[in-house]
Structure formats: C-alpha cells, structure tokens
C-alpha cells in the first residue's frame, strides 16, 4: 500500500467559557463608564482612556474569536506545493522532531494565556529553521492522537520524528 502524499489535521475551536464571560465583562464595564465620561471635555487625559477602552475591546473581540471561531490547521505534505490557505504548511522532509508539550500548571503565565485562550498549541513541530507550535484546542487525549497521526505520517515517508 502507498503513503498518503499529504496529512491534514484540522482542531476543533476552543469554546471556552471563561473568556467568553470575561470578554462580555469587560465590554460592558469599559462601555459603561466610557458612556459616563461622554460630558467630559476632549482632554488628553480622557481621549486616552477612550483608546485604552478601545485597545480593551479589542483584546475582547480577539479573545472570542480564538475560542470560538479559530481553528488551528496543520497540512504535511511529502511532495509537490504547499496550499496558502493553511497557516502552518511544511513539506516532511523540513520536520527533524515532533513531540508532546506538558500541560502548563494554571498558577504559570502560560497555564493563565491558555486559560483565555491565547496559548499556542502542546505539539512542538521542529524543523531546521523554527519550532512550531501546533493542536489549540485539543483535548489531552486529542493531542496525543494528533501527536501519533503526525509521527506515524513521517514514518511512513521514511522520516524518522521524535516523540517525547
């Protein structure tokens, strides 16, 4: 039987809670008391909090959109040309090691950016030039099958990958 030519792995969204709840917060106490200050004069002072509040919401609006629309998408591709439409696209030949990244404890700046949904991806994809990150959205087990679709695919185009 013939190797697939290509792996395409597609994680589901993160749909968290917290930050949705967290977003909607701070929209409507920075809308609230932006619609407050709309008396004041045009001073300096106040036009930068209004951008502050602005910076805010779209802190908010990004959260929501990576927990509930963004996908993370991964295309290996043993020959031929890599499709744009995927962000993180590699050719097998490019990828040296692949390997599970522990789960961040919650106290950890990292464990907290996971926790709103900014943090990257527990499959590390190392190539000759960078360290990918890959799997937002994967549940452990999830990851860990992610984790071996991804080694198996490179065994099988005589690229032998890592896996810690």
Not at 36 to 44: I, L, Q, T, Y
Request: glycine share 10%; with cysteine.
């Amino acid at each position: 039987m013939r190797p697939s030519p290509t792996l395409h792995i597609v994680c589901p969204t993160q749909k968290r809670g917290f930050p949705a709840f967290m977003s909607v917060v701070f929209v409507w106490v920075v809308a609230s008391g932006l619609g407050n200050g709309w008396e004041h004069d045009g001073s300096f002072g106040f036009m930068l909090l209004t951008v502050g509040a602005l910076v805010i919401m779209v802190l908010a609006a990004w959260a929501l959109y990576r927990n509930f629309v963004f996908r993370d998408a991964l295309y290996i591709a043993r020959d031929g040309s890599l499709p744009s439409s995927v962000p993180l696209a590699l050719m097998a030949h490019e990828i040296r090691a692949v390997r599970l990244l522990p789960r961040h404890e919650a106290w950890t700046p990292e464990g907290k950016w996971d926790a709103l949904g900014f943090g990257q991806g527990r499959i590390e994809i190392d190539t000759a030039t960078h360290r990918y990150h890959f799997g937002i959205g994967l549940e452990e087990h999830e990851a860990e099958a992610a984790l071996q679709r991804i080694v198996e695919f490179c065994r099988e185009q005589g690229i032998v990958a890592a896996a810690a």
